[in-house]
């Protein structure tokens, strides 16, 4: 077990603080607004805990990708103003995340005081995890907290090398929460657990698949990867996306679920379409027949989606990653938001990991009716496949 932001004893102490504050921005009016808060949102509780505990908050954050350079329109002076509004308390923004500016600024900070540091990445040995940049970063503090899940599998100077340099490495409490759901409850999870993926490529979630064959009692398979599969078992797949290359994997896979007794359920019907857009003509194909040529598979079918939610209404614990179709354009999201409303209704634990994904269960208006939302794309993919992250390998084994 690692350290948590509970065991630390922060009073009147510097904190450095890792969040993930990699929000959308858009510019309007030349100035940059920020088109959703909620990775800003998800940190409060943290930052919250820290401020009455009478920690003086020192907060670092990456934004876009400056290439090691100083790029105004990726700074994160918006930000800090934007947290400012959220707590209620002023925040105050250091120009540079290490040297003599912001090591006054620290000194500065009282107790509950809270400061953001310029985003990390305007520094190359940010993403090198530079060892002399990373105990630049801790002469700020004595007491880390990384509470940035969605950079947790990255290897970088804030995220891994800083903790090796300070007296404490504590996990947040955003952090705590997805170890625990997707680590934790899924390490033996109530049964039957089914896993649900779709999305567009087979190749990003192979690791996924693999290391779940070892615990899942039923896969439900859709969006684009279903027609990988397909492809391979000679099912007709039309102008279906297709991952020529992966067909070999996709039988090994089809062969492992076999050899375990895994259920493995494909689409048996898809809605087809002959142009991707809103709008476009859309029907359903017939049951076990696979696409129509010159068409192209969008979505799972009724037959399917019924066949999808018998699944979910029976299991104890669903993880879903993958949309079940092109959920941005409306005739095509019928699939995704099915499956969304029968996770709502499942009495099981319901865990959503994947950025599309949560954005379309976000979109569904039933969010508050799963169990849990993951804050981070990549992150939580790792972690599924069962490997370690850098960013919680380098904290503080609890004594
Ligand atoms: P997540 O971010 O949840 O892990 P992915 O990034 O793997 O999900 O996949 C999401 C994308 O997959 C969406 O943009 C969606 O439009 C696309 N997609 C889903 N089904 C299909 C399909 N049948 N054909 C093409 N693209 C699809
Ligand atoms: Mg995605």
Known sequence: MKLSLRDLDVRNRAVLVRVDFN??????????????????????????????RGAKVILMAHLGRPKGQPTPKYSLAPIARHLADLLHAPVDFAPDCVGAEAEAKVAALVPGGVLLLENLRFHAEEEANDDSFSKGLARLADIYVNDAFGAAHRAHASTAGVAAHVKQAAMGFLMEKELKYLQGELADPPRPFVVILGGSKVSDKIGVIKSLMQKADVFLIGGAMAYTFDAARGIPVGKSRVEADKLDLAKEILALAEAKKVKFLLPVDSIETQEIKPGAATRATKEGAGVDEGWMGVDVGPITIEHFKAEIARAQTVLWNGPMGIFEIEEFSHGTFSIARALAE??????????DSVTAVQQSGLAERMTFLSTGGGASLELLEGKDLPGVSALTEKA
Do not use: M
């Open 346 to 355: 499942c009495e099981g634990i319901s865990i959503i990991g994947g950025g």
């Open 23 to 52: 929000v959308p921005l858009e510019e309007k009016d030349g100035a940059q607004i920020i088109t959703d808060d909620t990775r800003i949102r998800e940190t409060l509780p943290t930052v919250g805990f820290l401020r009455e």
